[in-house]
């Protein structure tokens, strides 16, 4: 089997729109949660999201890509952009060779709504031909595919929460089964909208708060919900030998992944976290052997009551005793829930934690949940030395996924 590493990353966040504002701010425990101002709230019970802040698609993209695609795509496009740039690959690959993993949870949303709403109040032949090449889910992957020349495998993925995580995760088996030298993967959305605000706050998803500091509060016995947020992240991964032959720079080895399915509720994580954390040993199984200590996991962590709980007991089912000494953290508290983008941005989190022996911070947990006993580094930053950092994503479907990088 051939080594897979990383040699490139891009981020479009709620807390910073490159790679390094991304990392800087979530090192510093900056809370992206706001009250929505894109939409008219009033009359919602639910009413705070992580949005983008001063996002211009035209840094990475030309205006005419921008105006012809839903902000899911433009997401994709500028952190798959900063990515390749990242890696300085697209020289130096056989593109027949160079792959795109790249999904969503829900896709083209803000393109979905408007479009119904023309057909509604104007009748069929408002609709723009435009439609459904802006809102199928893969086509993210599709401009990503054709804006780099990538011949070679296209995948898109959506696996609920879990799409960034499992994108990641099936790109890394398809270079080490040798079927790609090189794929961009990771995931995006941009499903802030009125009906989904209401479609998950009537399911009791997302938290009632009106407080930006008492809204996402992953581990904490107050949480409520999880907050929706918005963006993109993209990885550049890509087989060993290749990226030391053409001097990339190397920063982590993808070494291990694991992916199960709980079948056991739509919405629900199965309460004994069997699966769960099975997709955790899977992932831990290819990687080796670690000390818990020199770990750092980036947790789903939703926020919300059973996710963090069922969390913890998969965390303590694969560790023992030793997971005491894990360094956990969610960043989910900063970044609001990115849906299918969440596993992508958290990836680049992980992959930080090890360049930098930096642990971001859980911001605002001030009241841990006695079922959330574990080191969940708790509104600081903390300097440590991690060896191994693993990234864990469970959806709705019972979607599970675990992707593992060590340092080169």
């Not at 500028?78 to 829900?106: N, P, T």
Request: glycine share 10%.
């Amino acid at each position: 089997m051939k080594r897979v590493v990383v040699t490139g990353m891009g981020a479009v966040t709620p807390v910073g729109n490159t790679t390094g504002e991304y990392w800087e701010a979530l090192v510093r425990g900056v809370n992206g949660i706001a009250k929505i101002e894109s939409f008219d709230v009033s009359g919602f019970k639910h009413t705070l999201a992580a949005q983008l802040k001063d996002f211009d698609p035209t840094q990475f993209i030309d205006k005419l890509t921008a105006r012809k695609t839903d902000p899911f795509v433009q997401y994709a496009l500028c952190a798959a952009q900063q990515a390749v740039d990242d890696s300085g690959i697209l020289e130096k690959i056989d593109h027949e060779e160079f792959g795109v993993y790249f999904g969503s949870g829900i896709g083209g949303f803000e393109t979905f709504c408007n479009e119904h709403q023309a057909l509604l109040e104007q009748g069929p032949r408002k609709v723009t031909p435009q439609f459904v090449s802006k809102m199928i889910y893969n086509i993210a992957a599709g401009n990503i595919a054709i804006r780099f020349k990538a011949y070679g495998p296209n995948i898109a993925v959506s696996t609920a929460c879990a799409t960034g995580t499992t994108a990641v995760g099936e790109a890394y088996r398809a270079i080490r089964g040798g079927y790609a030298t090189a794929i961009i993967a990771g995931g995006s959305e941009a499903a802030i909208a009125p009906l989904t605000l209401a479609g998950f706050g009537n399911c009791l998803a997302l938290t009632p708060s009106s407080d930006p500091n008492a809204a996402s509060l992953p581990f904490d016995k107050r949480r409520g919900g999880f907050v929706m947020g918005e963006g993109a992240g993209a990885l550049v991964l890509e087989e060993y030998e290749h990226a030391v032959n053409r001097g990339a720079t190397i920063y982590a080895e993808v070494c291990g992944y694991g992916s199960t399915c709980d079948a056991h509720h739509v919405t629900a994580p199965d309460p004994d976290a069997a699966h769960s954390a099975r997709a955790i040993a899977q992932a831990l199984k290819e990687s080796g052997e670690f000390e818990a200590s020199k770990i750092y996991i980036n947790a789903h962590g939703t926020g919300t009551a059973l996710n963090d709980k069922t969390e913890t007991h998969a965390f303590k089912k694969v560790f023992g005793d030793a997971a005491y000494q894990l360094h956990i953290s969610s960043t989910k508290s900063m970044t609001g829930h990115l849906l299918g983008a969440a596993g992508a941005i958290e990836a680049i989190a992980a992959v930080k934690a090890l360049q930098t022996g930096v642990i971001p911070p859980t911001i605002n947990l001030n009241e841990p949940d006695e079922d959330c006993d574990l080191n969940y580094t708790p509104n600081t930053a903390v300097t440590a030395a991690p060896e191994l950092a693993l990234s864990t994503s469970l959806g709705f479907g019972g979607h599970n996924a675990c992707i593992a990088f060590k340092k080169v």
